[in-house]
């Protein structure tokens, strides 16, 4: 019969590929021995990661130079404050010497400890126990050692055991050793064997692949804060821009930044809660549009765009997004009637583009004026609310060289208003076609969008999916390891050691090794944490 299992609880006898201890002699260091070994230091690249964490967080909290409303929160801040955020960059942090330090510190930090600890990493790696013994059993965190009859088990069997449950299906596909490996293992001085099977060894190097993944992002950062610019430019319809300009503070000034490409504003609109309000304030609206056409000379292209409340554009390394609009009154459309000295009046919705209205020509939406104001002949407006509204439209030659002629399309109140002004008049009227204004529809004269440039942010992005798919294999995978040592006995019997260890997802591991002992025994083993109950007490609980 096989006697009890010895369940002794022991913390794992191999260090991890993060906890490999280093073999340097402290005498006769250097000076530069002593700062490399600070500079490698897991607490110390801990301590400036937080650093770090944190400065990026006030640079999202504090509104930065260059970015929409800086103007505003500078003025807002007392002049102690002001003083001492400057000094301190906290309104630039992403272009301080400080922070690109800092990343450059966090860098070298991670890299001179992936250099500190991968070679023993690899060398554990490369170099697993072989051949085991008791004394090794009992270091170990999962254990069962039985003595079973001369023909009880074989190594064959063992080794089909061990098989069935620690051969990842992945094997099947790719079968390479850091995947699986099975060895078995003679001792030519006492006569037994030790199988050896270990699947996911790879899973020890996850770590140094999330390594590799903030580097990747440090860098992308890094090349954005050095070359990297912020500002605004304002898009109106039928207007172009190629540059944007970044507000600095009061001591600073504007710097404007010319883009590689062109931007031309075909339409702006905003959709209201309650258009029949004469309303544009932030909470009367529900989205702001900006469309536009990416004329890029360089590379031969026009790219549509269409930037809208939380969806950005992003073209080579510029990011678009809404960032503010005018106070200004205008219209995006409105509904004109055409009424003849004869007949009915037809309503046709004018845009800026052209529409074909019969009897007229082409017909667009060449300005809006909310409150008009007639002074010396020139039209203009008294204020940027909706008053007085009038429409100017753009009537289209209809031969190549003749000049496109305009009509002011005013409601029917203000018509009337005009009295004795028949120079005013002649322009509300089309030949027999008399122009009134019907609607319209209300949007701010112009979108101020906020242009981030930023080279890095490719980089980053690479660095962000690298940074997930490392952190998905480390706590997705474990690299597990068992061993089972058969000893021929004196008296004729065998007693078999089934131990092993993994360096994370112990239940996992624990139904696997269960399974084999099983198979191996005929009984399942006593429970880790059962064995150190009764070993303290039955109870789980010690003084």
């Known amino acids: 019969m096989a ?17 490999a201890p280093k073999t340097k002699s402290k005498k006769g260091k250097t000076v530069l021995d002593h700062i490399l070994d600070f500079l490698s230091s897991v607490k110390v690249g801990v301590f400036l990661l937080a650093l770090l964490i944190i400065a990026s967080a006030m640079g999202t909290i504090i509104i930065q130079k260059g970015t929409n409303g800086f103007t505003e929160y500078y003025a807002s801040l007392l002049p102690a404050e002001r003083e001492l955020y400057e000094f301190l960059g906290f309104l630039d942090i992403y272009h301080t010497r400080w922070f690109n330090l800092l990343l450059l510190t966090v860098s070298l930090n991670i890299i001179l400890a992936s250099i500190d600890y991968f070679p023993a990493a690899w060398r554990y790696l490369r ?17 069962e050692t039985v003595v079973l009859p001369a023909d009880a088990v074989t190594v064959e069997k063992v080794k089909a055991a061990v098989a069935r449950e620690m051969r990842p299906k992945l094997f099947g596909v790719l079968p390479i050793s850091p995947i699986y490996r099975l060895i078995a293992t003679e001792h030519p001085k006492g006569g037994g064997t030790t199988v050896l099977a270990e699947r996911n060894t790879w899973n020890r190097l996850t770590a140094y692949a999330v390594h590799v993944a903030l580097l990747t992002i440090f860098t992308g950062a890094f090349v954005g804060g050095m070359f990297g610019h912020k500002g605004t430019t304002r898009m109106v319809p039928g207007e172009t821009a190629n540059t944007f300009v970044s507000m600095g503070g009061p001591n600073d000034g504007a710097q404007e930044f010319a883009m590689p490409f062109a931007l031309y504003c075909t339409d702006i609109e905003q959709n209201l809660l309650d258009p029949k309000k004469n309303d544009l304030s932030a909470p009367n609206t529900l989205d702001w549009h900006t469309r536009a056409v990416i004329r890029d000379t360089q590379r031969g292209l026009e790219v549509p765009a269409h930037i809208h409340l939380n969806t950005p554009f992003d073209y080579r390394g510029y990011r678009l997004f809404q960032a503010s609009f005018d106070n200004f009154g205008s219209a995006r459309s409105v509904k004109v009637a055409f009424t003849p000295s004869t007949g009915e009046a037809k309503e046709y919705t004018i845009t800026r583009q052209p529409t074909d209205i019969p009897g007229i020509g082409k017909v667009q939406l060449f300005d809006f004026v909310p409150d008009v104001a007639f002074q010396g002949g020139k039209i203009g407006s008294a204020s940027g609310e909706y008053r007085k509204p009038m429409a100017v439209l753009e009537v289209l030659p209809t031969a190549a060289g003749q000049p496109a002629s305009q009509l002011y399309a005013l409601q029917e109140e203000l018509l009337a208003s005009l009295g004795n002004a028949p120079f ?17 529809e209300k949007v701010s004269s112009g979108h101020i969008l906020q242009v981030q440039y930023d080279p890095g942010v490719s980089t980053v992005y690479l660095g962000c999916a690298m940074l997930i798919g490392a952190l998905w294999l480390v706590f997705f995978f474990a690299h597990q390891r068992l061993w089972v040592l058969v000893q021929p006995q004196e008296d004729g019997t065998i007693q078999l050691s089934v131990t092993g260890n993994t360096n994370r997802n112990r239940p996992m591991f624990e139904k696997r090794f ?10 399942a083993p006593v429970s880790p944490e059962r064995a150190e109950n009764e070993r303290i007490g039955g109870d789980g609980e010690s003084e």
């Open 127 to 143: 170099k697993p126990v072989l051949k085991i013994n008791d004394a090794f059993v009992k270091r170990q965190p999962f254990k």
């Open 3 to 19: 006697t009890p299992a010895e369940h002794i609880s022991a913390p794992n006898a191999q260090p991890s590929a993060t906890q």
């Open 424 to 440: 005013l008049k002649a322009k509300t009227k089309f030949g027999d076609f008399q122009v009134v204004m019907k609607d319209f």
């Open 514 to 523: 269960v399974a084999i002992v099983t198979e191996l025994t005929g009984h």
